[in-house]
């Protein structure tokens, strides 16, 4: 069986770098996406807090819509709780084969519930879900690759 090679790299070879381009650039949309968006919201939650000051009344409403955030925040780890905490434990429990999870639940709900909680001002580092978000994508990618 002779192998194609094209400038020394066999086909398989360069199928295998093009898809890790696809993914890193995926990963990096998705995540730069993610750090992008808490960044815009810490902003609004740092104008609305400066706005507070002299009008002390609409802290009520916010207060309303921070338990609202919250309640949220908790459906949302209670119907998947591997999207709770950094990531990086759950991404190598995964390589490891300790355990299986689904990518499309994680991303979003990892994406959105971590754009959330990070952007309304908790203090939670961005990197961990920045890894299982790439981690996320990479699945996808693959497990879509597999298929065709």
Do not use: C
């Amino acid at each position: 069986m002779k192998t194609t090679r094209i400038a020394g790299l066999s086909y398989s070879n360069l199928r295998q770098a093009g898809r890790a381009v696809l993914i890193g650039l995926a990963a990096g949309l998705v995540v730069s996406l993610f750090r992008w968006a808490i960044q815009n919201l810490l902003g609004v939650v740092i104008k609305a807090f400066a706005y507070f000051h002299g009008h002390p009344v609409w802290l009520l409403p916010w207060i309303g819509m921070s338990i609202f955030i919250a309640l949220l925040l908790g459906n949302l780890v209670q119907k998947n709780p591997d999207i709770k905490g950094s990531g990086i434990p759950q991404v190598e429990g995964q390589l490891t084969g300790q355990f299986d999870e689904e990518w499309w639940p994680v991303l979003w709900r990892k994406f959105f519930g971590g754009i959330i909680s990070i952007g309304s001002g908790l203090f939670l580092g961005r990197e961990g879900p920045s890894i299982q978000l790439g981690a996320a994508v990479g699945q996808g990618i693959a497990e879509k690759n597999t298929r065709t």
